[in-house]
Structure formats: structure tokens, C-alpha cells
Nanobody, 126 residues
Framework: QVQLVETGGGLVQAGDSLTLSCVASGRTISRYAVAWFRQAPGKDREFVACFTRTGSRTLYKDSVKGRFTISRDNAKNTVYLQMNSLKAEDTAVYYC???????????????????WGQGTQVTVSS
């Protein structure tokens, strides 16, 4: 079992930056695919960014490309999401996910991921 805990959310103004952290415990996730998803009120959970299982590729939702950066520190068993130039439409609960066996074509489907954190709220005021 893998436990994931997200931190770093908060209330910021449009244009500000925020860094989310996701600390894993229970197992080393260096060989896992890891991702960030988000869910706004009344909307489905949507893919934001991920590392593939090999860790050799990063993928991003089109609307966050150039503003968000996913990174990982395997020594700390931690994944980060650096968010710059935040917009009001980035407001959501952000979730970290991990999976050891997920295939490439399923990376964007939240139902395909095995392990989830509890989420951290990000609110961007305009």
C-alpha cells in the first residue's frame, strides 16, 4: 500500500505562484507513475500533469503547459507541482495519484489510478 499526503494549497491572487508537495509512504514510488489531478466544484476530476512509469516523460494538460511544472525527489519520496501565473480557473482541490502498473493510454483517466491523497485546496482570487 502507498499512502499519499498533499500539502501546500492555499488562497492566492491571480498571477501568484504556489508549490504543492505530495509525500509518499509505505513504498518507494521512484518507479511509479505519479500525477496531479484537480477537481473544481461541480466538475469531474481532471488530469493536470504526470510522470510516466519510467519517469522519462512528463505530460501536461494543455491549459497548464508553460505555467505548471511537475518534479520529483526520489530521495524524499516526494512529488511536487510548481504552479506559476495562477488563474481563477485553476481553483480546485488538487490531488496526487500514484500507480505502479498504469499504462500510457490510461494516464489521463482518474479512475485508472490506484493510490490517491486526500487533496489540498487551491483558491485563486481574480
Amino acid at each position: 500500500q502507498v499512502q499519499l499526503v498533499e500539502t501546500g494549497g492555499g488562497l492566492v491572487q491571480a498571477g501568484d505562484s504556489l508549490t504543492l508537495s505530495c509525500v509518499a509512504s509505505g513504498r518507494t514510488i521512484s518507479r511509479y507513475a505519479v500525477a496531479w489531478f484537480r477537481q473544481a466544484p461541480g466538475k469531474d476530476r481532471e488530469f493536470v500533469a504526470c510522470f510516466t512509469r519510467t519517469g522519462s516523460r512528463t505530460l501536461y494538460k494543455d491549459s497548464v503547459k508553460g505555467r505548471f511544472t511537475i518534479s520529483r525527489d526520489n530521495a524524499k519520496n516526494t512529488v511536487y507541482l510548481q504552479m506559476n501565473s495562477l488563474k481563477a480557473e485553476d481553483t480546485a482541490v488538487y490531488y496526487c495519484a500514484a500507480d505502479e502498473r498504469i499504462i500510457y493510454s490510461d494516464l489521463g483517466r482518474h479512475t485508472a489510478w490506484d493510490y490517491w491523497g486526500q487533496g489540498t485546496q487551491v483558491t485563486v482570487s481574480s
